[in-house]
């Protein structure tokens, strides 16, 4: 029952590729396939081939042979199978069919032949089983690294606080101080320059990483907005009356001064708000921004059903100058007829209705500019989706309490639609009053104890094509099961049931049309299951 | 043997066309490049695989390819790690092996499964316990691993770790480890590998584990449920008392819904127990699986199963002959042929009647659809019911009447065997005579073929033996003739026009296919004559004047002169024996000159210019011989004619009856061991490491044979006839060979001794191989101390039966003086083609159709000083290691000439085949010719250059 090799031959015996699985010498197993040429016959209706000590079963591959050579004892049947296994493998790795594109992806095919013969024992595997095997795309992997990226920003942050920490006390300390800067700067530049340089790279650094990264992405993006924040008003400071004595925090400063100085262009400090707020969003920057949001109240029932499922989106426009604001809008809906849009008392409907162009009716009055109090500017759409629908619902949650002796096992897993990647996802479960944090017997992501509110959380970061179910199972003392009840969860997602995009921006007085930049999230704003 | 040469893992065919230099790969390797990087390790490893070691490219891969996240690097780098040389010379692991242990253990802590899968399966080829030991805790580790893929490999490694040589040190508790794990694993792959650890290395636990879940083991996986099947076998063997437990296990894993379980059931209840029950749901098992099996390996790897039950347990195999009969339901030859060899060595005198009626059935069965392989088959029926019926001679009556009716077949090779087997019956069914003959003569006139219709007239003149029977067998000779004479002076005029146009056709034809010499029957050499080879193809240009010509008028107008003395001959005979039966004179001289009428104008037809070739000197002897006979009979020719013909004929039944049975009984007798034969104590055989159990296991037997490491000892006095001197006794270096032929490979064990007084440094043997020869590996340095000695081991790859020379020479610098190398050339070592030539036989059928197809032909001329024919060919078959496939009835006798046909077959399975022709000159020498053929030119020439170096004989 053992699988000596599996290899693959030319037609003419020339051994491509042949990975063995029990210890043979090399002479030995050459030889065995520099013989196998010469026993295939030709005409014949079977495909395998016995010698005094070994069996070769074999199939032919347009000019090739796979072939499996095990000892004469071997099942038959289960060769059979394996073969067709590797036959099947094979075309999946090697486009062409022939030596040179068997010799081209020789070590793929050794990896697939590893993951179905296992020390020459079969593995139940299929040809998808395979190729996942061997693609090796792991979750595990991703979550650890995401992990690990974070655990850096975090130790990055926390250094950037403690420096512009010291930064700030050091110019409380040296604000009295009076005495000419300019000209120590216009000396003593040059070599400042050289020596921060790596200072100033780390820095900026951690700035781009930040934002390519969800989740902490916004505590990281306004802590560096804070210190970069922070500048020009200290680079300000200077003049005002800064000794000749040069602090060391000042030094970074100092150092992107005189970069700027030089034109060089420091990305950070285009962010022209200092926005110290800890808003979900970061500060716009775009002349134009709209910001599509869709808030989600969902109840789910505990067995099944949806009691509730309500969605309600906003359009909002934030117009940064005056002379971008005589502007229309030109958006694009997904076209789902359950969702009822209404549009703002001033807008033209009957331009919306026939164009999908929102304008005011008054086309000779700007849009609101500047910073309105509200984070996320003039609100010129609304609309809202109700169903009853369980496919419609983009995260389930099913939580399985079941009491055995003194201790409740709760199994809790979700099931999230293919309608989006849900991000940040929380299911926050309350538990009973417990002196220690339940015991996780199995978790896919993360979990923390909430002791003062006795709740639970769990936490993925990203709920994508590769997680699309999950689980959770953890033990507390026996308890009644309504006591879990309601679960509540967060997310967020990036893209919404309306799939409202904007397509453009029509300047209504000519010229060209403002750049201008789209958000589009949809986040929870009650989402339980009771 | 002990095995000193190390496995090898992989192999990747490296073309040598576009050699990678060392320092590219390291340059590539040193890169950010990802894509690069790995195409050099790639490279790396191929060149590693073709022993070109490159030292300085281990720590360049330590510094720059072990840090790389990417997943595929890392994969390859393990492969390097598997091939790469981990320990010296000394077998002491090099120290810097101690650098990817650190590697290693990190990739079994990976947050990615995969690679923690992957760096387990790797241990698991590991063989060094100094690199294993430091990762033990995280393979340990890896058993309660989330997920499956790692937790199956894990327990794999653990599996390994424990049987290296000192695992059970290392991993003392690994069996209850694994034992624990197993009874809270629920993957079934996991499942499996953990019980195959159980199985191999603590046994009485996995039997524990057995028989505490044996309500259950219906619903385990495949694997699972195979393993166990091994675990019992295994058991069983060691233990035969506990069979009984384990019966009840394999009776219910007999309905596993998977086949390949069944089908190992089925060979586990075979080698459990031979009682009729076992055996009977064994073959049982065996016979469903033959029917619900529809791939052919499937259905001839079964059969071969029940084979080797037919020839255990045959009184339970015969009441499976129905059963097995089903089989031949497949379109496919072999399986047909192989469940008919099966059946007919089953059948007895109560099951004869149901087998035969089956394949009657399946006879009519062959005639409704005309497909090719039809006759094929056909064929075979009628050789099997040919089979039965002489067995069992009852049986004759109920199928020779089914079976004459394919006389007439298109098949000719069919039709042939269907005359032969009713010529046997009539001869040994006296009952049948009668029916038989009279349903010949109404068929005949359907024969179409020469060579049956040759044997139907011989019958025919044998066994007409009434009055009514003789005279409607002349009649009906006549009528298939047609009207006389065979051609007009018109048509001589006409056909000969006619001939003028078509004769080129023929002729062309001809000699495109019938130059070629052949072998004939009887051994001897002969070029075939058109006219048998024209025969079969429809006349061309003569047609009968009536519409209704005869089979034999057309088969002896297109030329068939054979056939034409043939039917001489049976009218002789038939008139002959008319007169003993027809009391009117003037009815018998009516019939003597009508026969006399037909043998002159085939003579003349022979002598006229109409038919392209004129009749020859045999037919034409044998005519003329006729139609002496009949213008003057006599007692005494009476008598040959009319009895010594059948004489000969019953004697050559018997004899071939005789030959059966002799090679039956020789057959049995091999299967026994002669009562002082040596008894092999396989624990007293020189393997080292294996348990007493292994070694009576045969399907470790098995599994050892196909791995290489378990070779038959040869006989140890020849041993030192392969000791080759390579270098003079007068060199500084004297070096010897020992020759050693495996199966593909040659081993040389070079003894070098150093004869000075110095030190002898870079000592190098360097070989060169000549003909389908490939050395293995490179040759390595030594250092050799004065007068002192050194074993030095070669391989050399065998790819054909091509005579090879090994060619070599030592080269080394004396110590005081590095700089001079001195060569010595060694002597040449030449393979012999008969390690790789064993005698084989097949039938002369298959003889014949190899040495027409065959392109190779090597003629020897006969120079020998052996005086005796017979002695000659025993010579010549002791000398090449062939079989004389000429029956030795046929050499007896004492005639001045042989022919012998001999037939070998080579271990790659190329046929070789020589004809012998000797005829002893007036001066008692013997002269002749030795002609060998073959597909490839190789053993054409050197079984040709063995034959003329031994020819000679005498020393």
Not at chain 2, 413 to 427: G, L, Q, Y
């Given at each position: 029952m053992v699988v000596l090799a599996a290899s693959v031959v030319s037609k003419s015996g020339k051994v491509l590729v042949s990975r063995q699985f029990v210890d043979m010498s090399r002479i030995r197993i050459e030889g065995l396939l520099a013989a196998f040429p010469k026993l295939v016959g030709t005409g014949k209706q079977h495909t395998y081939v016995e010698t005094e000590n070994v069996r070769y079963v074999y199939q032919p591959i347009e000019a090739l042979y796979l072939l499996l050579v095990t000892n004469k004892q071997s099942n038959i049947l289960e060769d059979?199978?394996?073969?067709?296994?590797?036959?099947?493998?094979?075309?999946?790795?090697?486009?062409?069919?022939?030596e040179e594109g068997i010799c081209k992806t020789a070590f793929e095919l050794i990896f697939a032949f590893d993951e179905v013969i296992a020390l020459g024992h079969k593995e139940n595997v299929t040809v998808a089983q395979v190729k996942q095997y061997c693609e090796m795309e792991s979750h595990e992997e991703k979550l650890h690294k995401l992990v690990m990226q974070s655990k850096i920003n975090e130790t990055k942050d926390v250094m950037k606080r403690k420096a512009s920490e010291i930064d700030k006390s050091k110019i409380e300390k040296n604000r009295g101080d009076k005495g000419g800067f300019m000209s120590l700067q216009s000396m003593g530049s040059g070599r400042i320059d050289s020596s921060f340089n790596d200072l100033s790279i780390s820095s900026t650094g951690s700035g781009f990483g930040s934002g390519s990264n969800f989740g902490l992405s916004t505590e990281v993006d306004s802590f560096s907005t804070k210190s970069k924040g922070r500048a020009p008003s200290a680079a300000t400071a200077p003049p005002k009356g800064l000794g000749m004595q040069l602090g060391k925090s000042q030094r970074t400063n100092q150092f992107l001064e005189s970069l700027k100085a030089e034109g060089e262009v420091i990305l950070e400090d285009v962010q022209p708000k200092a926005g110290q707020s800890r808003s979900a969003a970061p500060p716009p920057?775009?002349?134009?921004?709209?910001?599509?949001?869709?808030?989600?109240?969902?109840?789910?029932?505990?067995?099944?059903?949806?009691?509730?499922?309500?969605?309600?989106?906003?359009?909002?426009?934030?117009?940064?100058?005056?002379?971008?604001?005589?502007?229309?809008?030109?958006?694009?809906?997904?076209?789902?007829?359950?969702?009822?849009?209404?549009?703002?008392?001033?807008?033209n409907k009957e331009l919306f209705s026939n164009e999908n162009i929102l304008g005011l009716k008054d086309p000779n009055r700007p849009f609101p500019t500047g910073q309105t109090g509200d984070a996320s500017g003039v609100g010129l759409l609304k609309w809202r989706m109700q169903s009853t629908d369980e496919a419609m619902v983009p995260l389930t949650i099913n939580c399985w309490p079941s009491v055995s002796g003194s201790e409740t096992y709760v199994s809790i897993e979700y099931e999230a639609s293919a309608m989006f990647d849900l991000r940040n996802v929380v299911v926050s479960v309350p538990l009973p009053a417990l002196r220690e944090a339940p015991g996780v017997r199995q978790i896919d992501g993360e979990w923390r104890?909430?002791?003062?509110?006795?709740?639970?959380?769990?936490?993925?970061?990203?709920?994508?094509?590769?997680?699309?179910?999950?689980?959770m199972e953890f033990v507390v003392p026996a308890a009644d099961s309504s006591i879990f009840f309601p679960i509540s969860v967060r997310f967020s997602a990036t893209n919404t049931f309306s799939d409202l995009k904007v397509v453009n921006i029509l300047p209504l007085r000519g010229g060209t049309p403002p750049k201008f930049s789209q958000r589009t999230q949809l986040v929870t704003e009650n989402y339980q299951v009771v | 043997m002990e095995r000193t040469e190390k496995s090898c893992t992989l192999l990747v065919h490296f073309d040598k066309g576009t050699p990678a230099l060392?320092?590219?790969?390291?340059?590539?390797?040193?890169?950010?490049?990802?894509?690069?990087?790995?195409?050099?390790?790639?490279?790396?490893?191929?060149?590693?695989?073709?022993?070109?070691?490159?030292?300085?490219?281990?720590?360049?891969?330590?510094?720059?390819?072990?840090?790389?996240?990417?997943?595929?690097?890392?994969k390859l780098l393990l492969l390097y790690l598997e091939i790469i040389e981990k320990t010296d010379s000394k077998g002491k692991v090099l120290p810097e092996m101690i650098l990817i242990c650190q590697n290693l253990r990190n990739?079994?802590?990976?947050?990615?499964?995969?690679?923690?899968?992957?760096?387990?399966?790797?241990?698991?080829?590991?063989?060094?316990?100094?690199?294993?030991?430091?990762?033990?805790?995280?393979?340990?580790?890896?058993?309660?691993?989330?997920?499956?893929?790692?937790?199956?490999?894990?327990?794999?490694?653990?599996?390994?770790?424990?049987?290296?040589?000192?695992?059970?040190?290392?991993?003392?508790?690994?069996?209850?480890?694994?034992?624990?794990?197993?009874?809270?694993?629920?993957?079934?792959s996991s499942k499996r590998n953990a019980f195959l650890m159980l199985f191999t290395c603590a046994q009485d636990r996995a039997v524990n584990y057995l028989f505490t879940h044996i309500d259950r083991i219906n619903d385990w996986g495949e694997q699972l449920q195979m393993v166990v099947l091994e675990l019992i076998r295994k058991v069983c063997r060691a233990n035969k008392g506990e069979k009984g437990k384990y019966i009840k296990i394999i009776i219910s894993l007999l309905n596993a819904p998977s086949t390949?379980?069944?089908?190992?059931?089925?060979?586990?209840?075979?080698?459990?127990?031979?009682?009729?029950?076992?055996?009977?749901?064994?073959?049982?098992?065996?016979?469903?699986?033959?029917?619900?099996?529809?791939?052919?390996?499937?259905?001839?790897?079964?059969?071969?199963?029940?084979?080797?039950?037919?020839?255990?347990?045959?009184?339970?195999?015969?009441?499976?002959v129905m059963d097995v009969l089903r089989a031949l339901s497949s379109p496919n030859p072999d399986i047909r042929r192989k469940t008919l060899d099966i059946v007919l060595d089953l059948i007895t005198p109560r099951n004869v009647d149901e087998v035969v009626l089956t394949l009657k059935k399946e006879v009519v069965k062959t005639q409704g659809s005309e497909h090719e392989k039809n006759g094929e088959y056909r064929q075979m029926l009628v050789q099997a019911i040919h089979t039965c019926a002489i067995k069992f001679p009852e049986?004759?009556?109920?199928?020779?009447?089914?079976?004459?009716?394919?006389?007439?077949?298109?098949?000719?090779?069919?039709?042939?065997?269907?005359?032969?087997?009713?010529?046997?019956?009539?001869?040994?069914?006296?009952?049948?005579?009668?029916?038989?003959?009279t349903r010949l003569l109404d068929t005949f006139y359907q024969i179409r073929a020469s060579r049956v219709c040759s044997c139907a007239l011989w019958i025919i003149g044998e066994y007409c033996l009434s009055l009514s029977e003789v005279e409607s067998g002349i009649a009906t000779i006549k009528q298939c003739l047609g009207d006389l004479p065979f051609f007009t002076a018109t048509e001589e005029g006409e056909g000969q026009e006619s001939s003028k146009t078509s004769n080129p056709v023929t002729v062309s034809s001809t000699t495109v296919s019938s130059r070629r010499p052949v072998v004939l029957a009887d051994g001897t050499y002969a070029t075939q004559s058109a006219a048998l080879e024209t025969a079969m193809s429809p006349p061309t240009f003569v047609q009968g004047s009536l519409a209704s010509i005869g089979n034999l008028r057309s088969l002896i107008l297109s030329g068939d002169f054979f056939l034409g003395a043939v039917v001489a001959c049976t009218l002789t005979k038939l008139v002959l024996r008319l007169e003993e039966v027809q009391p009117s004179k003037v009815e018998v001289n009516k019939a003597t000159t009508q026969a006399l009428l037909i043998m002159v104008s085939m003579l003349q037809l022979g002598q006229s210019s109409a038919i392209p070739h004129p009749i020859d000197n045999d037919s034409h002897d044998r005519i003329v011989l006729c139609i002496r006979l009949l213008c003057n009979t006599g007692d005494e020719v009476r008598k040959i004619w009319l009895q010594s013909c059948r004489e000969s004929f019953v004697k050559m039944l018997a004899d071939k009856q005789l030959r059966e049975t002799e090679e039956k009984k020789a057959e049995a007798q091999i299967s026994n061991a002669q009562p002082d034969d040596l008894i092999d104590f396989y624990h007293l055989k020189s393997r080292k490491g294996m348990s007493q159990l292994e070694l009576e296991d045969e399907v470790q037997d098995d599994l050892k044979r196909a791995t290489g490491e378990f070779t038959k000892d040869g006989d140890d006095a020849f041993k030192l006839n392969r000791v080759l001197q390579l270098t003079g006794f007068s060199d500084p270096v004297y070096a010897e060979a020992y020759v050693t032929v495996h199966h593909y490979d040659i081993v040389l064990d070079v003894t070098v001794i150093n004869r000075?007084?110095?030190?002898?440094?870079?000592?190098?043997?360097?070989?060169?191989?000549?003909?389908?020869?490939k050395l293995v590996e490179r040759p390595q340095n030594y250092t050799l101390a004065p007068e002192s000695s050194k074993q030095i081991k070669a391989n050399i790859k065998v790819s054909s039966t091509e005579t090879g020379v090994i060619f070599g020479n030592i080269v080394y610098e004396a110590s005081s003086n590095v700089l001079d190398r001195t060569v010595i050339v060694l002597n040449d070592i030449h393979i012999d083609i008969m390690d790789y030539i064993s005698p084989a036989s097949c039938a002369d059928v298959a003889f014949r159709t190899m040495w027409a197809e065959f392109e190779w032909e090597n003629k020897v001329a006969v120079n020998t000083i052996i005086q005796d024919e017979k002695e000659f060919l025993n010579h010549i078959m002791k000398s090449t290691n062939m079989k004389c496939l000429t029956p030795t009835s046929a050499l007896e006798g004492d005639c001045g000439f042989l022919a012998a046909n001999l037939y070998a077959k080579s271990i790659f399975g190329e046929d070789a085949l020589v004809n012998l022709s000797v005829e002893k000159q007036a001066d008692g020498k013997l002269s002749g010719y030795i002609r060998i053929r073959s597909k490839t030119q190789g053993i054409a020439l050197s079984l040709g250059d063995k034959i003329t170096l031994k020819q000679k004989g005498g020393a």
């Open positions: 059979l199978d394996t073969l067709r296994t590797l036959s099947k493998l094979v075309p999946e790795y090697s486009m062409s069919l022939d920057t775009d002349p134009v921004t709209l910001t599509v949001e869709e808030k989600l109240n969902v109840t789910l029932k505990r067995d099944g059903g949806v009691g509730n499922f309500d969605v309600q989106g906003t359009l909002s426009l934030q117009i940064l100058n005056q002379e971008d604001a005589h502007i229309q809008v030109q958006i694009e809906t997904g076209g789902n007829p359950s969702i009822l849009f209404k549009t703002h008392p001033n807008m104890y909430d002791s003062r509110n006795s709740i639970l959380e769990w936490s993925i970061l990203l709920i994508d094509n590769s997680n699309r179910s999950g689980s | 060392a320092n590219e790969i390291k340059e590539a390797l040193e890169g950010n490049d990802i894509e690069v990087k790995i195409e050099a390790l790639k490279k790396a490893i191929m060149l590693l695989l073709n022993n070109e070691t490159i030292p300085q490219l281990f720590i360049t891969i330590i510094r720059y390819v072990l840090p790389s996240e990417d997943h595929t690097i890392q990739n079994l802590q990976h947050p990615n499964e995969f690679i923690r899968g992957v760096t387990l399966r790797f241990l698991c080829r590991l063989n060094e316990t100094e690199i294993v030991e430091p990762l033990l805790p995280s393979i340990l580790t890896n058993l309660e691993h989330r997920h499956p893929f790692v937790r199956r490999n894990a327990v794999l490694a653990v599996m390994s770790v424990y049987r290296l040589p000192q695992g059970e040190q290392l991993l003392d508790n690994a069996p209850e480890i694994v034992e624990k794990f197993l009874s809270t694993e629920q993957d079934p390949a379980v069944v089908y190992e059931c089925a060979g586990t209840l075979v080698s459990l127990s031979s009682a009729p029950t076992a055996i009977r749901a064994a073959a049982n098992t065996y016979c469903q699986l033959l029917l619900s099996q529809s791939d052919n390996n499937v259905k001839l790897i079964v059969l071969d199963r029940l084979n080797e039950l037919r020839a255990l347990h045959r009184e339970i195999m015969i009441e499976m049986v004759a009556s109920t199928v020779v009447h089914l079976l004459m009716d394919f006389l007439g077949d298109t098949n000719v090779a069919s039709a042939i065997d269907v005359v032969v087997f009713v010529r046997e019956i009539i001869e040994t069914n006296p009952k049948l005579r009668v029916s038989i003959i000075t007084k110095e030190t002898l440094q870079n000592l190098c043997l360097e070989l060169a191989t000549m003909g389908d020869l």
